[in-house]
């Protein structure tokens, strides 16, 4: 594949600053970090300018939080002027990496999307009679700096461009020369980027057809059980050795009739159900909610938009009765 060049001089044009402004700002017009930006806007659009032109961008300032949703996570924010400057670099860059990327990948791309992935998997379960699904151990602690960089290399031949990706990177480890923030928009399409390598060696090397990914979760489907064993070595040896990854103990090689987790559903050839701790967390959330609002915590705009997002995520699923029944314990029935 080409490499492409003479992107970095693209980054801090004006129009490519404003619009990183427009995405960062979206959805958040009413934070403080978002007003004083743009209550200065040219100052801060120019200073944006002057780093990225020196080649010294004001970068690493983040901020730290813990979620347990559904598992424990420290996430990694930067501040508003960075996540201008994150969304300037993939205006830019995303067309490349998006060429990379092949048709069953999910995560982190226009027009895909964790629902896309979990209708896709079914029709891969209509046709097959067995999975094998995996996953990463801890995915983003673990991505090698170095490799990342080589990775990034065979896309871009824009030395300037290499160089910032270069800087992002130093700004965060969890050992040395290994790890990626979770939360920053530039970590996810990375993070998404590094096993592109690994579905080109499913798809083109190994030949199977029926497979996707979402970020570090992948299924592969076959009618022929020990074929997919097979295939797990040598995935095996092709993470540890060329990625630096491993993969988690939970290796689940099952028939597709007996249904799989997939993204917080479980995911049957001709249902979709809630995997019980997409229940626990639904319960839990629900009444959450609904005590923020009967509290005064919420207004009671704030609180329908928090329960619109959560009951649609169950609506996605064979979930009617178990909705209802929710709601009629705990909350009002007009959600249904």
């Avoid at 002057?50 to 420290?74: A, E, T, W």
């Avoid at 199977?208 to 990914?213: N, P, Q, S, V």
């Avoid at 705009?301 to 929710?326: G, I, K, S």
Wanted: charged share 30%; aromatic share 14%.
């Amino acid at each position: 594949m080409r490499r492409i060049g003479n992107l970095y001089y693209q980054i801090p044009m004006y129009g490519n600053l404003c619009l990183a402004f427009w995405k960062a700002a979206r959805g958040k017009q009413t934070r403080r970090e978002v007003i004083e930006f743009r209550n200065h806007f040219q100052t801060n659009i120019s200073d944006l300018q002057k780093q990225l032109l020196h080649h010294k961008p004001d970068i690493g300032h983040y901020r730290f939080f813990q979620v347990y949703d559904p598992k424990h996570r420290s996430i990694c924010a930067a501040l508003f002027p960075e996540r201008v400057l994150h969304h300037a670099i993939m205006n830019i860059c995303e067309p490349v990496l998006e060429s990379y990327a092949i048709h069953d990948s999910y995560a982190c791309r226009k027009e895909k999307g964790n629902r896309k992935a979990i209708l896709r998997s079914q029709q891969f379960a209509r046709k097959n009679k067995w999975y094998l699904k995996l996953d990463i151990r801890k995915y983003f602690d673990s991505i090698d700096h170095k490799i990342m960089m080589q990775q990034l290399s065979r896309r871009f031949k824009d030395h300037d461009l290499l160089y910032l990706f270069q800087q992002i990177l130093e700004t965060y480890h969890t050992n040395p020369g290994k790890g990626m923030p979770i939360g920053n928009l530039i970590s996810q399409h990375l993070a998404n980027f590094y096993l592109a390598s690994f579905d080109h060696r499913i798809k083109d090397e190994l030949g199977i057809k029926a497979y996707l990914r979402y970020m570090d979760d992948f299924i592969l489907f076959s009618n022929d059980r020990e074929y997919l064993k097979i295939r797990l070595e040598e995935i095996r040896e092709f993470l540890l050795q060329e990625l630096a990854l491993d993969l988690k103990d939970n290796i689940q090689l099952n028939r597709c009739t007996k249904g799989f987790p997939f993204l917080g559903y479980r995911i049957f050839p001709r249902t979709i159900r809630l995997t019980p701790g997409s229940r626990k967390r639904f319960v839990k959330k629900f009444r959450k909610y609904e005590e923020m609002w009967q509290k005064g915590r919420w207004a009671e705009d704030d609180m329908v938009r928090h329960m619109e997002a959560l009951v649609e995520f169950t609506r996605f699923a064979d979930a009617r009765a178990f909705r209802l029944n929710v709601i009629q314990r705990f909350g009002v029935s007009s959600q249904a």
